[in-house]
C-alpha cells in the first residue's frame, strides 16, 4: 500500500536501520526510540490488524523479539525488555521491542496516579544513533 509508511520501508522508499531481516518480516531501528536500540518488528506483508496475519509471520516475530531481548539485556543492560505486538498507531502489524530501564517505560492508565498525563513524540534518533544501535544489536544477534 503506498500510503502505508512501513510498506514505504519495506520497499525502501524511505530510509530506515536495518536490525535482522527475514523473508516474511524486517526488524529496523524506531526512528523515535522510547530508549536505545528501540526495535519494531514489522510484516514484510501489509496485514493492518495483529490478529490477521500468518501464523508463521506472528511466530517467527515471537522469536526474533525474543533473541533481540537477549541482544538487548546484553548490549544495553537492560534488566528487562518489553514486546508489544500492535497494529494500532498504524494499521500495518508490528511489534515494538524495547530495552526497558524504568517501570515506566511501557505505561498502562490501569497504573499510572496522575489523572492528567500528556505525551509527546520521542526525539528522533540521529542516522549515526541508528546505525550505532543497528551494528551493536546485529552483532549480538550474530553471536547468540
Same mark, same amino acid.
Given at each position: 500500500?503506498?500510503? /502505508?509508511?512501513? /510498506?514505504?520501508? *519495506?520497499?525502501?522508499? !524511505?530510509?530506515?536501520?536495518?536490525?535482522?531481516?527475514?523473508?516474511?518480516?524486517?526488524?529496523?531501528?524506531?526512528?523515535?526510540p *522510547?530508549?536505545?536500540? @528501540?526495535?519494531? *518488528?514489522?510484516?514484510?506483508?501489509?496485514? =493492518?490488524?495483529?490478529?490477521?496475519?500468518?501464523?508463521?509471520?506472528?511466530? +517467527?516475530?515471537?522469536?526474533?523479539?525474543?533473541?533481540?531481548? +537477549?541482544?538487548?539485556?546484553?548490549?544495553?543492560?537492560?534488566?528487562r525488555? !518489553?514486546?508489544?505486538?500492535?497494529?494500532?498507531? @498504524?494499521?500495518?502489524v508490528?511489534? @515494538?521491542?524495547v =530495552?526497558?530501564?524504568?517501570?515506566?517505560?511501557?505505561?498502562?492508565?490501569?497504573? *499510572?496516579?496522575?489523572?492528567?498525563?500528556?505525551f509527546?513524540s520521542?526525539? +528522533?534518533?540521529?542516522?549515526e544513533?541508528?546505525?550505532s544501535?543497528?551494528?551493536?544489536?546485529?552483532?549480538?544477534? +550474530?553471536?547468540?
Amino acid at each position: 500500500m503506498p500510503q /502505508c509508511l512501513f /510498506c514505504q520501508l *519495506i520497499a525502501g522508499e !524511505a530510509r530506515s536501520e536495518a536490525i535482522y531481516e527475514y523473508d516474511l518480516l524486517i526488524a529496523l531501528a524506531d526512528i523515535h526510540p *522510547i530508549r536505545t536500540g @528501540h526495535t519494531q *518488528i514489522v510484516s514484510r506483508e501489509h496485514v =493492518p490488524y495483529f490478529e490477521s496475519p500468518p501464523e508463521a509471520t506472528a511466530s +517467527r516475530s515471537i522469536n526474533v523479539g525474543q533473541r533481540l531481548s +537477549r541482544a538487548m539485556k546484553t548490549v544495553y543492560g537492560a534488566p528487562r525488555v !518489553a514486546f508489544v505486538l500492535t497494529g494500532g498507531d @498504524h494499521a500495518h502489524v508490528h511489534a @515494538h521491542v524495547v =530495552p526497558m530501564h524504568e517501570m515506566t517505560d511501557i505505561t498502562s492508565r490501569r497504573y *499510572i496516579a496522575e489523572e492528567k498525563l500528556t505525551f509527546r513524540s520521542t526525539p +528522533r534518533a540521529s542516522d549515526e544513533e541508528l546505525a550505532s544501535a543497528g551494528a551493536a544489536l546485529r552483532a549480538a544477534l +550474530r553471536g547468540s
